[in-house]
């Protein structure tokens, strides 16, 4: 279906995308009351229409106190990895961050059929440094799209870094290529 196609296409392009302040979080509509919702969803989804955003729901989302946004609240380490190709596994993208140097991943978990994946840091701020370093991330020719995940991490969860991921090539050192470097240098490299 043809609209069912655009909706993909915006739930896509607009997933971690910035409104104001907030990062926004698109996905298929589900059937429950819409007070139910949002009550579930701690006001941090903006409500959007044909028309722009809701006045009424971005009140809402301002008045909130800080420890309900996932930014802002330590108890948040988890980041939602979209836009993931099906082939994509979670050694893959256990690789991908792992590479990126930005502390120590307690859990990796990947929704194949799904294209999405949710990757466990041990801290707020390592999380909130993935998301910034990894969002737009090319991946098997797709940019990932990263945010925060949408429950904080339970009191009392094992915080035990994993192992790090097998390599899937054995990288061979060559004449006139620095070496030494970690990915967060190189990325950085690579971004100016």
Known sequence: CFLAQEAETAITEMTGKWLG?????????TKTNAEEKQETDNHNAVVLTNGGSSNAAMEANQDTGSKENPENNPDFTTVYVGNLGHEVNRDELHRHFYNLGVGAIEEVRVQQEKGFGFIRYSTHGEAALAIQMANGLVVRGKPIKCSWGNKPTPPGTSSKPLPPPIASYQPIAMAGVPQGFTAAELLAYQRQ
Do not use: D, L, V
């Not at 302040?21 to 509509?29: G, K, L, T």
């Open 21 to 29: 302040s907030r990062q926004i979080r698109c996905n298929w509509a």
